[in-house]
């Protein structure tokens, strides 16, 4: 049988707070549940919003970088350290 409304919004609730609100674990939590549900589509624009929101980049080598609000700026996952 599926929840109602209240029980729903209380499972979003108890989530939020086992995640300590920490919206990237709570993303991450959302996202395992629609890859359960084979919503693989919805889940990778989540993952492109997601990545949007909080500044994500590729860098010129391919590697993903944070927007100039991280502290590893320049810093990217192979180690490279310039943008060329």
Do not use: Y
Not at 37 to 57: D, M, Q
């Amino acid at each position: 049988m599926p929840l109602n409304q209240q029980e729903l919004e209380k499972l979003g609730r108890d989530i939020s707070h086992k995640c300590k609100w920490a919206g990237d674990d709570i993303l991450t939590v959302f996202q395992s549940a629609l890859e359960d549900a084979n919503f693989h589509s919805f889940n990778r624009l989540v993952g492109e919003l997601w990545e949007r929101e909080i500044g994500i980049t590729l860098a010129p080598c391919g590697c993903e970088t944070r927007s100039s609000t991280d502290l590893s700026v320049g810093w990217h996952r192979c180690g490279s350290d310039n943008d060329e």
